[in-house]
């Protein structure tokens, strides 16, 4: 046989299959069925041990009753009372006497009262049967009854749980003490309904009072509710803020609010992300068409001089030259607006920096001396510090710097002076360039760093709008920037690099006099 297996409780799914579901039931309706079962059963409780506790309190009281009348009716024989006035004495407040004397005459009493019992003082419920005593009517012995006997006088049938107490007299008469239970039966039954009434009021008033609490204690979750309808509805600020966050109901309100936050947070980088993303897209896209704009210039000029060159070659020899020295012009103007894309590719790409200690002062001259070079006739004075050790990229800041100069250069006018200023602190070294130019106007001193952005004094100079953009994005490559700042007669730019070299024993004395023959050479060879 195969072994039964306990069964195991499925986990209930959603109908579309995503997964079980979270059990929900009414939390106002469970708890009002719970506390008032929890009222009914402590009121049937209460209920029953009182009835219990009354009733056995009232048979004792009788009882008690029952034996004190028992211990007086023999001081009451003893004061001579006749049979009938004993029986008178005795009798009454639910209590009947049977008096029966040793001649057999029977005074008072119940019929069904027993003729012989103990002399005990314990109460003893009467006989189910209600077996006739003697003297009564059809008694076999034929004996005269007492006064206020026979069945048209004798009082009615008790009760069968009857207290009966019966005592031996001196003079050999049986008194029978028999305590009615009836009144106690109607107390009892009368507290029950009391009680009844009393409870289904109890129990209604509770009802009403537990859908009062149950509706108050649960408006946190009513207001948990409410906002998250306000979010679902668009109102992504709305919080529920308990204002007691150690309970459970503050605990579940925290862990809601701090769900809101995250999903605040989490939408909020969606839309800044997706927000650069279009930005970078658009920049893509126009720097593209500016690209492809500024390419179309040199290539246009190859194209129109091959043509030249294709049509009036062999008629024009004099033309040769010029032709010659256009197309080697236009492509380095191509060949140079090629490179700087590259470099701004590479850039955005990896830098791919290699640091070691230099002197920034060697650099920023080794710049100026290839711009000297290239450009004969310019005057550019190194002024500043004459040393400043930084661990940078040397080729690339070399790069930065020229780019600089390049830049001062086209804008000065002849006969016009470059300053290059290398300054030094405790965290920042700083290469001023300064040229004679137009200078720059204070809402484009930012705008010059787009790449691809030319200003209007400056569209007939050669270049295409890269060299600052790529300086920036070297300078900060390695930590510092190029900035713009504000000066009068021409414009000044600043490289800001941070101070530090990975070898701080090294020495830059050949540096420092490599430097002092630059500058030398720079004071002496300038056209």
Not at 509 to 514: K, L, P, Q, T
Request: charged residues 25%; hydrophobic residues 40%; glycine residues 10%.
């Amino acid at each position: 046989m195969r072994p039964r297996w306990p069964a195991r409780r499925r986990a209930r799914t959603a109908p579309d299959g995503d997964g079980p579901t979270t059990a929900t039931p009414s939390l106002r309706r469970r708890v009002l069925i719970v506390v008032v079962a929890l009222f009914a059963f402590l009121l049937v409780v209460v209920g029953v041990s009182v009835d219990i506790a009354l009733g056995h309190q009232l048979r004792s009281d009788l009882s008690a009753r029952l034996k004190d009348r028992a211990d007086r009716s023999v001081s009451l024989a003893a004061e001579g009372y006749s049979p009938q006035d004993l029986v008178s004495a005795l009798q009454g407040d639910a209590i009947r006497v049977r008096l029966q004397t040793s001649d057999g005459t029977v005074y008072g009493g119940p019929p069904q009262l027993p003729t012989e019992a103990d002399t005990g003082d314990a109460p003893v419920p009467t006989p189910p049967d209600g077996g006739r005593g003697p003297g009564t009517p059809g008694d076999p012995s034929g004996r005269p009854q007492g006064p206020g006997i026979g069945p048209d006088r004798g009082p009615p049938r008790p009760a069968t749980d009857s207290l009966v107490v019966s005592r031996r007299l001196p003079d050999g008469s049986m008194l029978t003490l028999l305590g009615d239970t009836t009144s106690i039966t109607q107390v009892r039954h009368q507290l029950r309904w009391l009680m009844a009434g009393a409870g289904a009021a109890t129990l209604l008033i509770a009802a009403l009072a537990m859908v009062v609490a149950v509706r108050r204690a649960l408006r946190p979750l009513d207001a948990m509710v409410a906002v998250a309808r306000g979010i679902t509805s668009g109102d992504r600020g709305r919080r529920v803020r308990p204002q007691s966050p150690d309970t459970e109901l503050g605990r579940a309100a925290g862990s809601v609010d701090e769900m809101l936050d995250a999903l605040e947070s989490a939408e909020a980088a969606e839309r800044a992300a997706a927000d650069v993303a279009r930005r970078a897209e658009a920049e893509t896209k126009r720097f593209l068409a500016d690209a492809a704009h500024e390419l179309r210039t040199p290539i246009a000029g190859l194209s129109a001089v091959a043509e030249s060159l294709s049509r009036d070659g062999t008629s024009r020899p004099d033309r040769l030259p010029r032709w010659t020295e256009l197309l080697l012009g236009e492509s380095r103007h191509a060949a140079r607006l090629v490179d700087d894309l590259l470099d701004l590719a590479r850039i955005d790409a990896d830098p791919a920096l290699v640091r070691a200690d230099a002197d920034l002062v060697e650099v920023v001259s080794v710049a100026a001396e290839r711009s000297r070079l290239v450009n004969p006739g310019t005057q550019i004075e190194l002024t500043g510090s004459p040393a400043v050790p930084v661990s940078v990229d040397a080729g690339r800041i070399g790069q930065v710097v020229a780019n600089l100069i390049d830049n001062a250069v086209r804008v000065t006018p002849p006969g016009g002076t470059i300053d290059a200023d290398v300054a030094v602190t405790d965290t920042v070294a700083t290469v001023t360039v300064t040229d004679q130019g137009p200078g720059v106007p204070d809402d484009e001193r930012e705008r010059i760093f787009e790449r691809l952005v030319r200003l209007e004094e400056s569209r007939a100079s050669v270049g295409a709008g890269l060299g600052l953009p790529i300086a920036r994005a070297l300078a900060r490559a390695h930590g510092g920037d190029v900035v713009c700042v504000p000066h009068v007669g021409g414009a000044r730019f600043v490289l800001t690099l941070p101070v530090g070299v990975t070898n701080p024993s090294r020495s830059l004395s050949d540096h420092s006099g490599s430097v002092e023959s630059t500058r030398s050479t720079t004071a002496t060879g300038r056209s």
